[in-house]
């Protein structure tokens, strides 16, 4: 082997190693951008997810709030209901003493 042949296969072991090198490289950086990206986009669905989480409660307050005001309504009717039976009852009664009262006047 004379100096150029050794000379050509070293520039021939030297590029193929420098191509495997940079193929390396590049395939880690790639590796790395994929990585990088993919973080970004499981951080933007997690802010979606926030948001649309704190969107929920709100509406749940709202419904809870809103629950909360029908049953007052509930509670009070229930009253205002017994009062209008017995304010009937008083009706009735007085209906009964009006006739009573009626029919002493015409039978003296």
Do not use: W, Y
């Not at 082997?1 to 390396?24: K, P, Q, W, Y």
């Not at 590049?26 to 970004?40: K, L, P």
């Not at 005001?69 to 009006?98: C, F, H, M, Y």
């Amino acid at each position: 082997m004379d100096v150029g042949e050794i000379l050509t296969a070293v520039g021939v072991i030297s590029t193929g190693l420098g191509g495997f090198m940079t193929g390396r490289l590049s395939g880690r950086s790639t590796a790395s951008q994929i990585a990088s990206d993919t973080v970004g986009m499981l951080q933007a669905q997690v802010e979606v997810l926030e948001s649309d989480k704190e969107r929920r409660e709100l509406e749940i307050l709202d419904l809870n709030n809103r629950v909360a005001v029908l049953e007052g309504l509930v509670t009070q009717r229930a009253p205002v209901e017994e009062l209008s039976n017995k304010v009937d009852d008083v009706r009735e009664a007085v209906g009964r003493i009006e006739a009573k009262v009626g029919t002493c006047e015409r039978h003296p």
